[in-house]
């Protein structure tokens, strides 16, 4: 039974995205189809923290709404925990990249939308709103609306908008990439630390690959599209907790980076040489 960083590989997915594929209808010409990705398996499995890595535009974000049930695939299947996803996932939380807070409600409003969605007693879901904006140093802060918060500060909202309702599977869509370098930081090891106490299953896409390999257990990069399909795993064998700033140095995060940069670079270039022919 292989067993990585202390979590067993070989007991029931969290999350399995079995042999998908996902083709379109060209904008431009509706009689044209192009498959997005093709005949990929992704299998996350409880507790561990997976970082997707690949080109612009390779299809990153369409495996992660698989994920999520937000999109149907064209063929494959998606499991959770053994049962095959009908609809949207329940189980999962997902932070987006964009903006995604109400503007007209306040940050503790913002951040038990979910709970009340679900029919939660209102003291009860301020009550933890509350204890989840402190967890993510938002503390006093609650009644403040998105437009008074900084871009870090309203990302805190988000993770808190998410972790809030305890999802089994965390997706999150390149969440802190519009975030300064120091900012960004505060917030990776904030996600490590929550991810820490709980250790749910994490799904995480990011063009980043330093962001990829100080916060996962296992890198996955995907090739440049059309056509997209998994052309490597990397396991992450550094040792936790982490800190995002300092394993850049551990030799060992050097020579993953080395690793992965060579799988990768090709496909970079081809992304770039594809996205010039389109403009």
């Not at 005949?39 to 992660?64: D, H, Q, R, W, Y």
């Not at 964009?98 to 940050?107: Q, T």
């Not at 975030?179 to 930081?185: C, E």
């Not at 980076?257 to 403009?279: F, M, P, T």
Request: with cysteine.
């Amino acid at each position: 039974m292989l067993v990585q960083q202390g979590i067993d590989l070989g007991m029931t997915p969290a999350l399995l995205l079995d042999n998908i594929s996902c083709t379109f209808i060209s904008k431009d010409d509706r009689s044209q189809r192009y498959t997005a990705v093709a005949n990929t398996t992704l299998s996350i499995a409880p507790g561990e923290f997976v970082s997707v890595v690949g080109p612009t535009g390779c299809g990153k974000s369409t495996l992660l709404n698989v994920g999520a049930g937000l999109l149907e695939p064209s063929s494959g299947s998606v499991k959770v925990f053994g049962e095959p996803l009908a609809g949207i996932n329940r189980r999962a939380g997902y932070m987006f990249q964009a903006e995604a807070l109400m503007p007209w409600r306040s940050a503790l409003q913002n951040v038990i939308a979910g709970l009340q969605y679900r029919g939660m007693d209102e003291g009860e879901a301020r009550r933890l709103g509350e204890d989840w904006l402190a967890r993510v140093g938002l503390q006093g802060f609650g009644d403040r609306f998105p437009h008074q918060l900084s871009g870090g500060m309203r990302k805190r909202v988000a993770l808190a908008q998410t972790l809030i309702v305890d999802p089994d599977i965390m997706l999150m869509d390149e969440p802190f990439s519009a975030l300064d370098i120091q900012t960004r930081q505060l917030m990776e090891n904030e996600v490590l630390d929550l991810w820490g106490a709980k250790k749910k299953a994490v799904l995480f896409i990011t063009h980043d690959l330093d962001e990829a390999i100080a916060m996962s257990d296992r890198v996955v990069v995907l090739s440049a599209g059309p056509a997209t399909h998994p052309i490597g795993e990397f396991p992450v064998d550094l040792p936790r907790p982490r800190d995002v700033a300092e394993v850049r140095a551990h030799p060992r995060f050097v020579e993953l980076h080395s690793q992965i940069w060579n799988v990768l670079r090709d496909e970079v270039l081809k992304g770039y040489q594809q996205q010039k022919v389109r403009a």
